[in-house]
């Protein structure tokens, strides 16, 4: 171990109750607003999709105060509403349009809290506030319904709340690495390298939202010194049996496609005067299950998994309870693996039987990809295709490489856990790949953009696609988020936080 790597680590340890604290405050900080009325300055969606605000600027001041920055105008919001700070050395001799950018993203909005649910089943824990009442926890609960719990002698490093495994706990780990950087720039800590951490808005509405906007008004005119070499997504990379924070390299793409039937309302006691688009879309619902589970028209990819595609929303329009409904709307998510496009998605299920005996019945079936309309905190529209393109980085790009090297400098002298013993830290680094999704599908851009700044860069390229290289690092287990009773294991700041700080030097030569 070098010095370097020893006082990298060295020092996450020391910052991880500080890393603690953060985390804690921006899983909380919704509680100040959800229960307040609106014209008290209230927010009953505060902390979800473009509800994020009050936790960015917590964020951003936090960033500011612990000198994560040298500055505090090296942190601020962008003009989409993402939380950017950038850190490099100005005093290391290497011109910054030479300089390897490393790119630090995680998401700042969560799913909806359901926080009656967590009283009524976790009890003494709250979604926001986390343990309230550690006497009443329903243990129980939580070792069913979680993907993987520490042993219970080990709970005093659980940190819960909405948020916390998905994924508040990569942004705090990336401010904590990038005040690290600072303190050890001396050290050569960031020579040769910037670093552009950033905080984004709208991830679970609407996937890779904030990398959208850069790809889409920043990418196009912007200066090397702003393109990233490397993107280092900061989502829980952890499984419930193979162990906490993999390195990861890949996921699937993801696509809603929606269908709407248009029939014929009615009386209820009279059918045969209407055309019912219940009845018949139910068929196109079943239909499209069975083909799924025959994997009639679905592509497998031995890395990255099998495409998929479920019935994931409905709206029904009807004048009662006792007629023919009027029209009926649902999606499907579908979720794109290599080889799979949008395009023979949509035409996949508008080949289906049950959508032409629909149109031969007389009804209107029309199918679509829907657009993202819903505006930023900021108030920016991005009106995009609701299409998430996957991704995929070679095991032998220098970027994976890198991540494995910074992992066995930084963490394996300090963790003993072994690889299929659960969610725990291993001592090898664990390459693997996402089942869900990430901000990582807003980055690839099609094949033939002219993006001047990533010549020389080293991106990813496929048939049709081009990205900059990509890689997964960030606490939490995947199997519990979004669930009731979401929890991290602090320890995991600690050592992200580590790795985030050793990376650009390694990926920059500096070993």
Sequence with gaps: MSNLDARIAELAAKYLPLASEMLKEAIRIPADYVDKPVDQGGDPHCGTSNHEFPRLDYLRKKVIEIKAVRRPEDAFFDDFGNLVWCVEDPNDGIPSAEKKVIYIDGHTDTVKPLRAQWREKVVGVDCFNGITDAAKVNKAFLNKELGYMPPETEWNHLIFGRGSADQLGGVVAAAIATKILLELEGEGALKGV??????????????????????????????????????????????????????????????????????????????????????????????????????????????????????????????SDCAVPERFTFRFDRRLT????????????????????????????EVSIPTYTDASWKGYVLNNPQVYLGWLTPEEHPAVQAAVSAYRKVISPHVDGKIGSGGVLTKEPRVDRWVFSTDGVGFPVPKAADIPGSVKKNWVFNDVYKHPAMIGFGPGIEQNTHKIGECVDERELQHCAAFLARFPGVYAGNL
């Design 194 to 319: 910037i670093v552009r951490s950033y905080a984004t808005a709208c991830e679970e509405d609407n996937d890779g939202a904030g990398p959208m906007y850069l790809v889409r008004k920043v990418f196009p005119t912007a200066p090397a010194e702003i393109i990233p070499d490397v993107v280092i997504l900061t989502d829980g990379s952890g499984c419930s049996k193979q162990g906490a924070l993999g390195i990861y390299r890949g996921q699937r793409g993801r696509m809603q496609i929606e269908v709407t039937v248009t029939g014929k309302s009615c009386h209820g006691s009279m059918p045969w005067e209407g055309k019912n688009p219940l009845e018949f879309g139910g068929a196109i619902v079943k239909e499209a299950a069975e083909k799924y589970d025959q994997r009639v028209g679905f592509k497998d990819d031995k890395f990255l998994g099998h495409g998929t595609r479920t019935a994931s929303w409905a709206r029904l329009d009807t004048p």
């Design 338 to 365: 290599i080889g799979e496009t949008p395009e023979q998605s949509v035409a996949d299920v508008e080949a289906l039987d049950s959508v032409a005996t629909a149109r031969k019945a007389g009804l209107s079936v």
